[in-house]
């Protein structure tokens, strides 16, 4: 699916006062209802590629969160991770989702943090089922953030911000795949126009801020992996591209380490985007989980 297709698709809701995209599909009929969570600095067409597929067997919900994609990018907001689990949580109740299961990656990760922490504290509003993450910054000291996100989340950043282009994203942004994997010219400009749609590129420096909130709430969003399966009965599942600089096989000796349990599938030679460069082994991992939990019929 083309990223004009992709928008021609979706809908909007407001939030907060701000307008927010969202893809769905299947959510009229009967069965399970799958939430995918994006990162930074794309957005809900980072699914694309395991759309179909899951729609075959699943009811889809897929948010561009606040500042990024084509929903609203306030320039003068302070973003957080509870406010983007109060979006999902807000749009799900509009959609009359009462249970989900979650796929999520990257910065997409922390918000399912938080929401797997309100359902162990018992105050979520949405009955989470099962948590798959695909990469990203699960543990703080884990992460190993680029040269581009430590200077936008310094003194520089609102410089960095303003004279971000084309040029300079898709040479950073490409770095992150695997060898083989990366994208196309045509995938990356579409990556792009996600980042650019309403000037987004200019609030890189805001929207960063995820990476100290990790630091500052790691010790519950850290407890909530280690809790989430022992007292709020929730499986989870770490699908790791070995090949990522950021969060690759780094964290997933981490995430072995301190997760009672761990269950993981390692795929060599993916890098930081699953999901866009190993879309059938992302789905061989996403339906072997939820077929393991009894979620879903052979």
């Known amino acids: 699916m083309t990223l004009e297709e992709w928008r021609a698709a979706g809908g909007t809701f407001r939030f907060r006062g701000h307008r927010i995209f969202y893809a769905g599909e299947g959510l009229g009929r009967a ?18 590629r395991v759309w179909s597929a899951l729609a075959e067997r699943f009811r889809l919900v897929a948010p561009d969160m ?29 959609l009359a989702v009462e249970r989900v299961h979650v796929l999520c990656h990257d910065y997409g990760d922390t918000v399912a943090q938080e929401l797997l922490a309100r359902a162990v504290e018992g105050s979520a509003r949405v009955r989470v089922q099962s948590v798959c993450f695909l990469n990203g910054g699960l ?44 994208p196309s010219e045509e995938e990356l400009h579409a990556f792009w126009q996600l980042v650019a749609h309403g000037g987004g590129q200019r609030i890189g ?62 795929l060599e030679g993916i890098g930081h985007y699953p999901q866009v460069e190993d879309p059938d082994g992302v789905l061989r991992a996403w339906l072997d989980f939820v077929r393991r939990h009894g979620f879903l019929d052979e």
């Open 31 to 48: 069965g399970e209802a799958l939430l995918l969570i994006h990162g930074f600095p794309t957005a809900s067409w980072d699914w694309h």
């Open 66 to 94: 606040l500042g990024f994609g084509f929903s609203d990018k306030p320039r003068n907001h302070v973003y957080a991770i509870a406010e983007q689990a109060d979006l999902h949580e807000d749009l799900l109740g509009l």
């Open 139 to 182: 543990f703080p000291e884990a992460h190993r953030a680029r040269r581009v996100q430590t200077l936008l989340a310094g003194p520089l950043g609102p410089l960095l911000s303003r004279l971000a282009n084309e040029r300079s994203f898709r040479r950073g942004f490409s770095a992150i795949f695997g060898p083989r994997t990366r």
């Open 205 to 266: 420096h805001l929207l960063i801020r995820y990476m100290e909130e990790r630091r500052e709430q790691r010790e519950r969003w850290v407890g909530a992996l280690v809790d989430a399966t022992p007292k709020a009965g929730i499986p989870l599942r770490f699908v790791n591209g070995l090949a990522d600089p950021v969060s690759g096989a780094h964290m997933l000796t981490r995430y072995r380490a301190v997760v009672p349990a761990p269950d993981y599938v390692a």
